[in-house]
């Protein structure tokens, strides 16, 4: 290879080779920069064809690193060549004014300025233009240079323009997905460069042998099902998959699936997404649920139905707490990065949140969404507040990205009322919804007991659940405090028969009660069990009480609860849900509104139950007619047809408050390993914060977020050691039965 020294360079600049990158570790090998600029447009290209918009990708990969073609950046390449030292001249100029000049329409070499650091609104590209850090004169040497050895650029730029980019928020969208192709296509080609990786991943499996795989396992796990004793609800599961196969052959596009609690929504709705992907060719199924311990349970169960193993690239689990350190890691890191995998399972923040963000890393995966399957799970928790922009964004993705989006949940909210769909017909799944709901009923009994008037305090709730005739009570209260309030009277009363849960427990420690209250419902349904719980426990755990409590909250929240009662319609009395309404008042600041529609619409007065879907329906439609535009989000829209992708970033937050990562100290009494080296993983992530991810990750199971206003409170403060960054460990007390102990604060002597 040849190689060139700064001096030689000052004789004859014009006859140097171009550099991309420095030498890779360990060889002799630089990057040449019209190889990589070639590449990248190549790979851009092949990732935004699945949206019609190649052409103008293979041009924003050529064009994007035109500035490293200026002397004054391949002079300071080659001088920091060797250290750690960063370039340090930025290099977006060149390439982003060609665009500008070539295309007509500013606003679509935004990918190309911010292919770093992010999109940015045009107002900023246009300032950065009219005085860029390179001058015109390296400017113009760096174009100059390119047109020498880049003959492609003689052709004049004229793209084939999708058709929504004649739409504000469309165009806006096709930025997004440009970005995501281009940042995506130069990670992969610096990757392989420098020996990271060889190509890029690419998924082994099509969606015809995916299905085949699903079939198969779904038939092996019906008959490990026959096995046991027959629950009556199985044939109505069967109706469900079999309406869900059937639904897959419709056109592309929007669709419910409003399937009770119980029925098998896990496995339908993915049925259907195989079953749609393969008869329209579509390229991909994304799961996305709203709790990390919905997406580590469904991605359990995928994996089993698609016979995927850790080293097989099908099923990619992909949220904050995932350990990638494990056999396989390699590609779910790769895959990770950029979902490049045929079966994401994933969270609703990590999905909506990428759709919204404007930095590379968070976005180089959005291009794989194109002409995929969307399954939206449990969508009762889609945030009020970012309703409109949620909606508005899937909206387009169907119309103009070849997405199909499947909407499930038990408590189907009424959404097409709501200004992004209202013109939109969704293809509702179950041909007779009230009817599987009317027939599910008759065969899984359910009573509702509404215990509001008059008020009781907590502690007169706890003496009720514990003087239950059945001796398995499932307690849901709105608060943390609440459930450590309920636990302690009722432990007074049923020592060692009283499990709690909420988000003061780490993980791993949740994870460990959910096993042992399944292990004891299942195998001995005699023995007392008392479990007190926060919401957590209303969306994908499969849990069979006899008798549930509630206190009072949104109607759909009733609903999900009493989807832990009699599940498997194996109890002749029926299931038992008893609604309260504490004196020790306390519940979620979102709840107000719709706990007031309830109010109005369900109860002894009212004669109607949360699992009427007619009038669970007139229950949305009034929640959201109180609710003006504005409070569900439609500034966002205005900020996106503006093209101010910092302002939608910053605004578009689906958790009000940041909370605080903090490691607890916490491992199962009860288990037979031994405790996971906490301490040591926190040294090695202070002694080594290069190769954080990998301590993060084995950490997460062990980790809860704290809200930041503890850490305004002394007290608190001092148990709350800082690792690195905003980690903190925590150096208080952490009860095995309750999770982390905030103390009260102290009395001044």
């Known amino acids: 290879m040849r190689t060139v020294s700064p001096a030689q360079r000052d004789s004859d600049p014009d006859e140097c080779p171009l550099w991309a990158h420095s030498r890779a570790n360990g060889t002799d090998r630089r990057h040449l920069l019209e190889d990589h600029?070639?590449?990248?447009?190549?790979?851009?290209?092949?990732?935004?064809?699945?949206?019609?918009?190649?052409?103008?990708?293979r041009w924003l990969g050529l064009t994007h690193d035109f500035g490293k073609a200026a002397d004054i950046w391949q002079r300071r390449l080659l001088e920091v060549e060797g250290t750690d030292d960063p370039v340090g001249i930025d290099h977006r100029a060149a390439g982003t004014r060609f665009l500008v000049d070539q295309?007509?329409?500013?606003?679509f070499a935004l990918p190309v300025y911010g292919h770093h650091g992010g999109l940015d609104h045009p107002s900023a590209m246009a300032n950065f233009?009219?005085?860029?850090?390179l001058d015109a004169v390296h400017e113009e040497q760096a174009l100059q240079r390119l047109r020498a050895r880049l003959p492609e650029l003689a052709t004049p730029m004229a793209p084939i323009w999708p058709p929504c980019a004649s739409d504000a928020l469309g165009a806006e969208l096709l930025t997004r997905m440009l970005f995501s192709a281009l940042v995506d296509a130069d990670h992969l080609d610096t990757q392989v460069h420098f020996g990271k990786r060889r190509e890029?991943?690419?998924?082994?499996?099509?969606?015809a042998q995916l299905l085949d795989r699903f079939e198969a396992g779904r038939k092996a796990k019906l008959?490990?099902?026959?096995?046991?004793?027959?629950?009556?609800?199985?044939?109505?599961?069967?109706?469900?998959?079999?309406?869900?196969v059937a639904a897959a052959l419709l056109e592309p596009g929007f669709f419910k699936l409003a399937a009770p609690t119980g029925l098998g929504k896990t496995i339908s709705s993915a049925g259907f997404a195989l079953h749609h992907a393969v008869a329209h060719g579509l390229r991909r199924v994304v799961v996305a649920v709203p709790f990390i311990s919905i997406t580590e349970q469904n991605a359990k169960e995928y994996r089993?139905?698609?016979?995927?193993?850790?080293?097989?690239?099908?099923?990619?689990?992909?949220?904050?707490?995932?350990?990638?350190?494990?056999?396989?890691?390699r590609w779910q890191r790769l895959a990770a990065e950029n979902w490049d995998a045929p079966f994401i399972v994933t969270t609703t923040v990590q999905l909506l949140h990428s759709l919204h963000d404007r930095r590379p890393w968070a976005m180089r995966k959005l291009h794989r969404l194109a002409r995929s399957v969307i399954v939206l799970d449990e969508i009762q928790a889609l945030p009020v507040h970012l309703l409109i922009p949620i909606l508005a964004m899937l909206r387009q993705l169907v119309e103009h990205f070849?997405?199909?989006?499947?909407?499930?949940?038990?408590?189907?909210?009424?959404?097409?009322d709501l200004p992004p769909l209202r013109e939109v017909q969704a293809v509702e799944i179950l041909p007779d919804p009230a009817d599987l709901q009317r027939r599910l009923r008759a065969i899984r009994p359910m009573r509702y007991r509404w215990e509001v008037s008059p008020r009781r305090s907590l502690k007169q709730v706890a003496a009720m659940v514990s003087s239950e005739p059945a001796t398995q009570v499932l307690t849901v209260v709105n608060t943390v405090d609440h459930a450590r309030t309920v636990y302690d009277l009722l432990n007074q009363e049923r020592s060692g028969a009283v499990r709690h849960l909420s988000t003061r427990m780490c993980p791993a420690h949740r994870r460990d009660v959910l096993a042992d209250v399944e292990t004891t419902l299942k195998r001995e349904p005699t023995k007392p069990l008392y479990l007190v719980s926060t919401q957590l426990i209303e969306a994908g755990v499969d849990l069979d009480f006899p008798v549930v409590y509630r206190a009072m909250s949104p109607a759909e929240s009733i609903l999900q609860a009493a989807g832990r009662s009699n599940r498997e319609g194996r109890r002749p009395e029926g299931g038992l849900v008893v609604i309260f309404d504490p004196v020790e008042h306390a519940m979620p600041a979102s709840y107000g509104l719709p706990v007031a529609e309830t109010r109005r619409r369900f109860g002894p007065a009212k004669q109607t139950e949360p699992d009427d879907l007619r009038t669970l329906a007139d229950y949305f439609h009034g929640y959201y007619a109180t609710l003006p535009d504005k409070a569900m989000g439609s500034e966002l829209l205005a900020a996106r047809a503006s093209w101010d992708f910092p302002t939608v970033a910053r605004d578009f937050r689906m958790i009000d408050e940041d909370g605080i990562p903090v490691v607890v100290r916490y491992?199962?009494?009860?288990?037979?390993?031994?405790?996971?080296?906490?301490?040591?993983?926190?040294?090695?992530?202070?002694?080594?914060?290069?190769r954080g991810h990998v301590w993060l990750r084995r950490l997460q199971p062990y980790t809860i977020s704290l809200p930041k206003s503890q850490l305004t409170k002394p007290h608190v403060a001092a148990l709350m050691r800082p690792v690195i960054g905003d980690l903190y460990e925590w150096i208080g007390d952490y009860d095995l039965n309750t999770g982390i102990v905030i103390p009260a604060k102290e009395e001044s002597p």
């Open 37 to 57: 600029l070639r590449s990248v447009a190549s790979w851009a290209g092949q990732f935004a064809e699945a949206f019609g918009a190649d052409q103008l990708a």
């Open 103 to 107: 295309l007509g329409f500013d606003a």
């Open 667 to 690: 491992h199962n009494p009860h288990a037979n390993e031994r405790p996971d080296p906490i301490d040591s993983w926190l040294q090695q992530l202070r002694r080594d914060p290069a």
């Open 129 to 133: 233009l009219a005085s860029p850090p």
């Open 200 to 207: 890029h991943v690419a998924a082994p499996v099509a969606a």
């Open 304 to 329: 089993g139905l698609l016979r995927s193993t850790p080293q097989d690239s099908v099923v990619l689990e992909h949220h904050s707490s995932v350990a990638l350190d494990g056999p396989g890691s």
């Open 402 to 416: 070849g997405v199909t989006v499947v909407l499930t949940s038990a408590t189907q909210p009424e959404f097409w």
């Open 223 to 244: 008959s490990d099902r026959h096995d046991r004793t027959p629950s009556p609800v199985d044939p109505l599961r069967g109706e469900v998959y079999d309406a869900c």
